[in-house]
């Protein structure tokens, strides 16, 4: 079973930073995609930034230049380092993990229970 543990959520001001932790635990495979998503109310859950076991990260339009993802494998914990905050950033956020075998197909995926972030104008 894997778990995961958001952290570093808040209140904060437009062009203010935050910093998301995500800590896993259980079983990881070797190949994994970690990432972070987010909702607004009434909205859909969409996806913010991503990193790879291969380090390969991708980020939504919308965050580029101002949000970074990284992972400290040591710590098993993935970050999203939040600079430039905008109003339109407030939302929950939700770190993922999807994972598989080497010898499969089957992807497997998980969620943390969320941390709300809050950006005021």
């Known amino acids: 079973q894997v778990q995961l543990v958001e952290s570093g959520g808040g209140l904060v001001q437009a062009g203010g930073s935050l910093r998301l932790s995500c800590e896993v635990s259980?079983?990881?495979?070797?190949?994994?995609?970690m990432g972070w998503y987010r909702q607004a109310p009434g909205k859909q859950r969409d996806l913010v930034a991503t990193?790879?076991?291969?380090?390969?990260?991708n980020y939504a339009d919308s965050v580029k230049g101002r949000f970074s993802i990284s992972r400290d494998n040591a710590k098993n914990t993935v970050y999203l380092q939040m600079d430039g905050l905008k109003p339109e950033d407030t939302a929950t956020y939700y770190c993922?993990?999807?994972?598989?075998?080497?010898?499969?197909?089957?992807?497997?995926?998980?969620w943390g229970q969320g941390t709300q972030v809050t950006v005021s104008s």
């Open positions: 990193i790879a076991s291969t380090g390969v990260t």
């Open positions: 259980g079983s990881i495979f070797s190949i994994v995609v």
């Open positions: 993922n993990l999807r994972q598989r075998r080497p010898s499969t197909i089957i992807w497997y995926d998980y």
